[in-house]
Structures are given as C-alpha cells and as structure tokens.
C-alpha cells in the first residue's frame, strides 16, 4: 500500500469513526424532557405490615412497584425511584429531605424535580391516599 492508498484508506476510517460516534452518542443520549418520567402505577401498602414498619417513622420510606414512598411529616409522597439520567433505584434522604441517586450524584426533591446532577427530567409522583393502615398509591 503507497502512502496515497493509506491516505485514502484513513479518510474512509475517519467517516467510519465519526458516524460510529454519531450512533453511540444517540444510542447512550439521555432523555432531556422536562417530562416527569416513570411508571404508571396503581398498588396498596398495609402499614400494619413489618414489611412497611420504616414507613411508621417521619422520614422512613419502602419502595415498591417501582415507586418510593415516604413518610414526610405524617404525610405521604411518592416518586418513581428510577433516576431519569441512567435508571439507578434513588432513595430518601431524611438528612437532607430529597431524593439522591447513588450512581452519578442526581438529586430530587419531595416534588421529584431536579436540583442537581444529569438527571434530564423529574420523577414522577403519585397520589397517596391513606385509609386506615392502608396506603393506596397510584398515579
Ligand atoms: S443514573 Fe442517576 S444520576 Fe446517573
């Protein structure tokens, strides 16, 4: 091979490269919506249950279905626990009354709106209705 046919040959392996890049790029691009993002959900949580003990305590949460509730003040709020940037399982910090994500930083708060971090798009959140011991969140 002369120097002209690898000139050639590496011209061709650029565009190769480049819309290589283009595919990966669009293929791991994450959402950018300001959509709230998550699943749609209807289930029912019995606080009476040890399964749901930590949901007694201001601050506890349990997740479930895909969703993460919590014990805010006596009130109940609960947001998709799917990160929006790359899907890691967010969880409650009563520290600091928000939502983290251990994957990349990501934080939320109890609205599920982004406060920091790649996250593109805010949790969704649900309706939480208490009846007796009995939790019915949907949304
Ligand atoms: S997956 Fe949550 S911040 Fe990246």
């Known amino acids: 091979m002369d120097r002209k046919d690898f000139l050639k040959t590496c011209s061709l392996c650029g565009l190769g ?10 293929c791991t691009k994450p959402i950018n919506s ?7 959900v209807n289930f029912t949580l019995d606080l009476s249950k ?7 305590t201001l601050g506890g949460s349990v997740s479930s279905n ?5 014990n805010l003040s006596g ?16 969880g409650y910090n009563p ?3 928000n939502f983290v994500c251990p994957c990349h930083g990501g ?3 109890t609205s ?3 406060t920091s971090g790649p996250p593109p798009a805010p949790l969704k959140t649900y309706t939480v209705v208490k009846t007796g011991n009995i939790l019915t969140i949907s949304g």
């Open 17 to 26: 490269l480049t819309g290589l890049g283009t595919l990966i790029e669009s």
């Open 34 to 40: 300001s959509t709230p993002q998550g699943p749609t």
């Open 50 to 56: 040890p399964a749901n003990a930590s949901l007694g």
């Open 66 to 70: 895909g969703v993460v509730v919590v």
């Open 75 to 90: 009130n109940f709020i609960a947001v998709a626990q799917s990160c929006t940037h790359n899907g890691c399982s967010v």
């Open 95 to 97: 520290g600091s009354n």
């Open 107 to 109: 934080t939320f708060d």
């Open 112 to 114: 599920g709106k982004v």
